[in-house]
């Protein structure tokens, strides 16, 4: 959908437009503002055609190169590199960039994508005032939307995707009158969406996909022109929005809509094609009429809480192609026309419903019916002889009141066989997803947010393990699976069924523990999934049977295989210590695991008393993050503390301060990278910072004289310099001179940058540090390591004052 309008009629009319203009001569200014711009993008290879003899209005278009003129000035440029994932280097100046752009006064088209662009979007831009479409996906571009945009009235496509653009969607956006489309997707803008949104009554695209924006959406219906809305991975909700009759492509995906789908609304949605509303709450009947709609094609209701009674004599659209219906509620019969035998190909998910088909996995009725009343859903049966509005009430009333006595008299049974069964053990109710929820806390299981439950990252899906499963997977706790315990609780090493090693972590709960709270704290532990954090796959609860309080809960971790950071750095064998760019990627691994804790959930994890044992590598020597300061589960395990706050004598410093705290810890793990030697007492980190100080003002064989011997003539003097630099910034006295961890990977993404261009150009042959071997051949790990989501402070060695 993405290339349908940001490529395919913009490409047409560029090869339109060159063959009219094909003799076209260009102002010697113009062609020299070009070459300028070659100069500022550092050449790469797109450009390396351009030079002063270029005829450019005239040049042969490519995908990847287009000038187009009209008379003699460049109405057109379209430059599409190949430097997505490497920013430009530290002396790039987007300032510059613009200040030599607007010298093209005529330009109506500009694409900029992929080249590795960073910085804030000058405000100077204004001056382009011919601008049609403006597109600089794919870049590092950052800061809020420049108001100065504003005042380009002609603007009808503004496309930003893949960039880290912050703050809200500006309310000035309707001073855009031709706007036609819009698409942000993937950065990190929030709030909610302004009304005057609803006023853009030309725009065809809305794509805000990926961010975080949340709140209630405005009323879209007046944008009649609309065609693609995608809001997929946001926080918006919790109502069915209104909207647009014309709409082709619908994504509400990933969000937090918790109403009934509008069968009004979608029903007179006669152009849709693609509707997409998985991985959110909704509730209430599922709309049969949406498998039916004119031209429907694609159509995902999956991970909703949807009700409802399917009939095999429900009709389908012939082209309806792909359908998932799974994860809902839903009972009845699998309709005919979703059926294999149908004579169609489509393809049809309808799994952990409760349908009367044995070929997908279906739970029990009792299920979907004990979990529609315990989210307050159940669909009332209608009295079809009521022929006043009292005796309906009545009516329905006695229905209720015979739901409820039955779900009782099924709980009571099943409470009565397990208490015949298990007469002198504890009393205790183990949650199993194949029974319907028998007490508050099963039933407040729907808080968890369905889009904590993702599968991302190469993990699965964050669910809920029985307690069978892990029993089997660590053969009942026995001994032999038994790896320590710490200050919340034991751990346990277990292999599942599928065969994934994991560790598990049982925590005994006080009596007084609120389920309200542990659900809060399991959402957000859930949230907590990242390339470099060590992640928690799902959890268990153990319950007493008399008050249905929680007794234990048991928390399923990912394994990591490779152990701990140090052993590849200090304490190894020769054979397989990191090269210096290993440590360069591994350190950039560290700094984005700290932001996502500071900046990629809400609220933020400071004050994570990060330490060189705490980092972990996978099988692809990836840096995860094993322990951080999420204070779990307060009222049970009788501590005291909240998310982002540090208690003790000193106070609770601001959240700017723990942010910093983080910075100078992680800044004695990079001392520690560079050096190659095991820190333990706050004396060596200072006596290092110093030493490593004087020697960045010194000379090439001052500041290799710091390094780790097996790296330091494998390295670039100015990737050395780099990380030495931004290592004693960290390691400031003062907090508030410390770097941001932005400013932080910034440098340590340079510096990978120069150490990579700096091996390119280098004799392998002449450098004594030979690259260690592939992850694939490495001895097998020591230990299992899992994450503390409260780690103690007991490393061995002094804390460093922070």
């Given at each position: 959908?993405?290339?349908?309008?940001?490529?395919?009629?913009?490409?047409?009319?560029?090869?339109?437009?060159?063959?009219?203009?094909?003799?076209?001569?260009?102002?010697?200014?113009?062609?020299?503002?070009?070459?300028?711009?070659?100069?500022?993008?550092?050449?790469?290879?797109?450009?390396?055609?351009?030079?002063?003899?270029?005829?450019?209005?005239?040049?042969?278009?490519?995908?990847?190169?287009?000038?187009?003129?009209y008379?003699?000035?460049v109405?057109?440029?379209?430059?599409?590199?190949?430097?997505?994932?490497?920013?430009?280097?530290?002396?790039?100046?987007?300032?510059?960039?613009?200040?030599?752009?607007?010298?093209?006064?005529?330009?109506?088209?500009?694409?900029?994508?992929?080249l590795?662009?960073?910085?804030?979007?000058?405000?100077?831009?204004?001056?382009?005032?011919?601008?049609?479409?403006?597109?600089?996906?794919?870049?590092?571009?950052?800061?809020?939307?420049p108001?100065?945009?504003?005042?380009?009235?002609?603007?009808?496509?503004?496309?930003?995707?893949?960039?880290?653009?912050?703050?809200?969607?500006?309310?000035?956006?309707?001073?855009?009158?031709?706007?036609?489309?819009?698409?942000?997707?993937?950065?990190?803008?929030?709030?909610?969406?302004?009304?005057?949104?609803?006023?853009?009554?030309?725009?065809?695209?809305?794509?805000?996909?990926?961010?975080?924006?949340?709140?209630?959406?405005?009323?879209?219906?007046?944008?009649?022109?609309?065609?693609?809305?995608?809001?997929?991975?946001?926080?918006?909700?919790?109502?069915?929005?209104r909207?647009?009759?014309?709409?082709?492509?619908?994504?509400?995906?990933?969000?937090?809509?918790?109403?009934?789908?509008?069968?009004?609304?979608?029903?007179?949605?006669?152009?849709?094609?693609?509707?997409?509303?998985?991985?959110?709450?909704?509730?209430?009947?599922?709309?049969?009429?949406?498998?039916?709609?004119?031209?429907?094609?694609?159509?995902?209701?999956?991970?909703?809480?949807?009700?409802?009674?399917?009939?095999?004599n429900?009709?389908?659209?012939?082209?309806?192609?792909?359908?998932?219906?799974?994860?809902?509620?839903?009972?009845?019969?699998?309709?005919?026309?979703l059926?294999?035998?149908?004579?169609?190909?489509?393809?049809?998910?309808?799994?952990?419903?409760?349908?009367?088909?044995?070929?997908?996995?279906?739970?029990?009725?009792?299920?979907?019916?004990?979990?529609?009343?315990?989210?307050?859903?159940?669909?009332?049966?209608?009295?079809?002889?009521?022929?006043?509005?009292?005796?309906?009430?009545?009516?329905?009333?006695?229905?209720?009141?015979?739901?409820?006595?039955?779900?009782?008299?099924?709980?009571?049974?099943?409470?009565?066989?397990?208490?015949?069964?298990?007469?002198?053990?504890?009393?205790?109710?183990?949650?199993?997803?194949?029974?319907?929820?028998?007490?508050?806390?099963?039933?407040?299981?729907?808080?968890?947010?369905?889009?904590?439950?993702?599968?991302?990252?190469?993990?699965?899906?964050?669910?809920?393990?029985?307690?069978?499963?892990?029993?089997?997977?660590?053969?009942?706790?026995?001994?032999?699976?038994?790896?320590?315990?710490?200050?919340?609780?034991?751990?346990?090493?277990?292999?599942?069924?599928?065969?994934?090693?994991?560790?598990?972590?049982?925590?005994?709960?006080?009596?007084?523990?609120?389920?309200?709270?542990?659900?809060?704290?399991?959402?957000?532990?859930?949230?907590?999934?990242?390339?470099?954090?060590?992640?928690?796959?799902?959890?268990?609860?153990?319950?007493?049977?008399?008050?249905?309080?929680?007794?234990?809960?048991?928390?399923?971790?990912?394994?990591?295989?490779?152990?701990e950071?140090?052993?590849?750095?200090?304490d190894?064998?020769?054979?397989?210590?990191?090269?210096?760019?290993?440590?360069?990627?591994?350190?950039?691994?560290?700094?984005?695991?700290?932001?996502?804790?500071?900046?990629?959930?809400?609220?933020?994890?400071?004050?994570?008393?990060?330490?060189?044992?705490?980092i972990?590598?996978?099988?692809?020597?990836?840096?995860?993050?094993?322990?951080?300061?999420?204070?779990l589960?307060?009222?049970?395990?009788?501590?005291?503390?909240?998310?982002?706050?540090?208690?003790?004598?000193?106070?609770?410093?601001?959240?700017?301060?723990?942010?910093k705290?983080?910075?100078?810890?992680?800044?004695?793990?990079?001392?520690?990278?560079i050096?190659?030697r095991?820190?333990?007492?706050?004396?060596?980190?200072?006596?290092?910072?110093?030493q490593?100080?004087?020697?960045?003002?010194?000379?090439?064989g001052?500041?290799?004289?710091?390094?780790?011997?097996?790296?330091?003539?494998?390295?670039?003097?100015?990737?050395?310099?780099?990380?030495?630099?931004?290592?004693?910034?960290?390691?400031?006295?003062?907090?508030?001179?410390?770097?941001?961890i932005?400013?932080?990977?910034?440098?340590?993404?340079?510096?990978?940058?120069?150490?990579?261009?700096?091996?390119?150009?280098?004799?392998?042959?002449?450098?004594?540090?030979?690259?260690?071997?592939?992850?694939?051949?490495?001895?097998?790990?020591?230990?299992?390591?899992?994450?503390?989501?409260?780690?103690?402070?007991?490393?061995?060695?002094?804390?460093?004052?922070?």
């Amino acid at each position: 959908m993405e290339k349908l309008y940001c490529g395919m009629p913009l490409l047409l009319l560029v090869l339109l437009l060159a063959s009219i203009d094909g003799s076209t001569q260009l102002q010697s200014s113009q062609s020299q503002t070009l070459l300028r711009l070659q100069q500022l993008l550092y050449y790469p290879k797109v450009l390396n055609s351009w030079n002063n003899y270029t005829d450019f209005c005239n040049s042969e278009p490519s995908p990847s190169l287009t000038v187009v003129c009209y008379e003699d000035s460049v109405t057109q440029l379209h430059i599409i590199g190949d430097n997505g994932t490497h920013m430009l280097p530290k002396s790039f100046s987007i300032n510059s960039f613009v200040t030599t752009l607007v010298k093209l006064p005529d330009v109506k088209v500009l694409t900029f994508v992929s080249l590795g662009l960073w910085g804030w979007l000058p405000q100077k831009i204004n001056r382009l005032s011919s601008l049609e479409i403006l597109n600089v996906s794919s870049n590092f571009l950052f800061g809020p939307i420049p108001h100065e945009l504003s005042s380009l009235a002609t603007l009808q496509t503004l496309i930003l995707d893949e960039n880290m653009f912050s703050g809200e969607l500006p309310d000035w956006i309707d001073s855009l009158p031709s706007l036609a489309v819009l698409s942000l997707r993937k950065n990190v803008l929030n709030g909610s969406l302004p009304s005057s949104l609803s006023s853009l009554s030309g725009l065809r695209v809305l794509a805000l996909a990926n961010n975080r924006f949340n709140g209630a959406l405005p009323d879209l219906s007046h944008l009649t022109n609309l065609q693609v809305l995608d809001l997929e991975g946001n926080s918006f909700g919790p109502l069915f929005p209104r909207l647009s009759n014309k709409l082709v492509t619908l994504i509400l995906s990933k969000n937090k809509f918790r109403s009934a789908v509008s069968a009004e609304e979608v029903s007179s949605l006669y152009q849709l094609q693609h509707l997409d509303l998985s991985y959110n709450t909704f509730v209430g009947p599922f709309p049969t009429s949406l498998m039916s709609l004119p031209a429907i094609t694609y159509l995902n209701i999956s991970h909703n809480k949807l009700t409802g009674r399917l009939s095999a004599n429900l009709s389908c659209n012939s082209q309806l192609m792909f359908v998932d219906m799974s994860s809902n509620l839903l009972t009845g019969s699998l309709p005919t026309c979703l059926k294999p035998s149908s004579g169609t190909s489509r393809d049809v998910v309808y799994a952990s419903n409760c349908l009367a088909t044995t070929n997908e996995d279906q739970r029990p009725v009792s299920f979907c019916s004990n979990e529609a009343l315990a989210v307050g859903i159940l669909p009332q049966k209608r009295n079809k002889v009521s022929k006043v509005g009292i005796a309906l009430g009545v009516t329905a009333s006695i229905l209720g009141v015979l739901l409820l006595a039955g779900a009782l008299f099924v709980v009571l049974r099943r409470l009565n066989a397990k208490k015949t069964v298990t007469k002198s053990s504890p009393r205790l109710i183990r949650e199993n997803a194949s029974m319907g929820y028998t007490s508050k806390l099963l039933s407040d299981a729907r808080y968890i947010s369905q889009t904590m439950k993702l599968g991302g990252l190469g993990l699965p899906a964050y669910r809920t393990f029985s307690l069978e499963e892990l029993e089997y997977a660590t053969n009942n706790f026995e001994s032999s699976a038994f790896m320590g315990e710490g200050s919340q609780g034991q751990i346990y090493r277990g292999r599942l069924k599928d065969g994934s090693f994991v560790a598990i972590r049982c925590l005994k709960m006080k009596k007084s523990c609120s389920t309200q709270n542990l659900m809060h704290h399991i959402e957000l532990i859930a949230k907590l999934r990242h390339r470099h954090l060590v992640s928690v796959l799902g959890h268990c609860f153990e319950c007493y049977l008399d008050d249905s309080t929680v007794s234990r809960m048991f928390f399923v971790f990912e394994y990591v295989p490779n152990g701990e950071l140090r052993t590849w750095i200090s304490d190894g064998h020769m054979g397989r210590l990191l090269t210096w760019e290993q440590r360069i990627s591994v350190a950039i691994g560290v700094a984005k695991g700290i932001q996502f804790l500071h900046t990629g959930i809400v609220p933020g994890v400071y004050d994570n008393n990060l330490k060189m044992t705490d980092i972990l590598l996978d099988n692809n020597l990836a840096a995860k993050l094993s322990s951080y300061n999420l204070p779990l589960l307060v009222e049970g395990l009788g501590k005291v503390g909240q998310v982002g706050s540090r208690s003790g004598p000193k106070g609770t410093p601001s959240i700017k301060d723990e942010d910093k705290i983080d910075i100078y810890d992680f800044g004695v793990i990079l001392l520690e990278l560079i050096v190659g030697r095991p820190l333990r007492a706050k004396s060596q980190v200072d006596v290092l910072k110093e030493q490593l100080q004087a020697s960045i003002s010194a000379d090439d064989g001052a500041r290799r004289s710091m390094v780790d011997p097996t790296v330091h003539r494998a390295c670039s003097d100015q990737s050395l310099k780099t990380m030495m630099e931004i290592c004693v910034r960290c390691l400031l006295k003062d907090p508030l001179e410390r770097p941001s961890i932005e400013d932080v990977l910034w440098n340590l993404q340079f510096a990978s940058q120069v150490q990579e261009g700096w091996l390119q150009n280098s004799n392998p042959s002449s450098n004594l540090g030979s690259p260690s071997p592939a992850a694939s051949s490495l001895p097998p790990p020591s230990r299992l390591h899992v994450t503390t989501l409260e780690s103690p402070r007991d490393s061995g060695c002094e804390e460093h004052e922070r």
